[in-house]
């Protein structure tokens, strides 16, 4: 039982050791090519206000290990994804800002179109 008890406290000071080099986090980036390079993308972790994010812009939020959710919009869509950290995992994002169909059709006429938010789970 001691034994049990001993590799126990040296695993979990592992951890604290592993969660001290490498934090539980996320990290948004929002570097696409495919993004339409304009206007912002504002973050949410959790429900709480990150920051905005141009075009060429990354955060990264640290995070207790367990479940979370982003929601990331443009002021007019919004894209929610949900995720689990484990202890000392990180986990990256691409956010985009993209164009549809219709955009380049509108642009001219009203000076603006609609704008999509997609989120991609980067491995």
């Not at 592993?18 to 986090?25: E, G, K, N, R």
């Not at 689990?84 to 955009?103: C, D, H, K, M, W």
Request: proline residues 7%; glycine residues 6%; hydrophobic residues 45%.
């Amino acid at each position: 039982m001691p034994v049990a008890t001993l590799e126990r406290v040296v695993d979990d000071d592992a951890a604290r050791a592993l969660d001290q080099l490498f934090p539980t986090s996320v990290t948004i980036t929002r570097t696409s090519e495919d993004d339409f390079k304009s206007r912002q993308l504002v973050v949410w972790v959790d429900g709480q206000w990150m920051g905005e994010l141009l075009w060429g812009d990354s955060m990264l939020c640290e995070l207790p290990p367990g479940p979370h959710t982003l929601r990331v919009h443009n002021t007019l869509v919004w894209k929610t994804e949900r995720f689990v950290l484990a202890p000392g995992e990180q986990i990256f994002y691409e956010a985009v800002n993209r164009p549809a169909a219709s955009t380049y059709f509108l642009l001219p006429i009203f000076g603006i179109g609609p704008l999509y938010v997609t989120l991609r789970r980067m491995a």
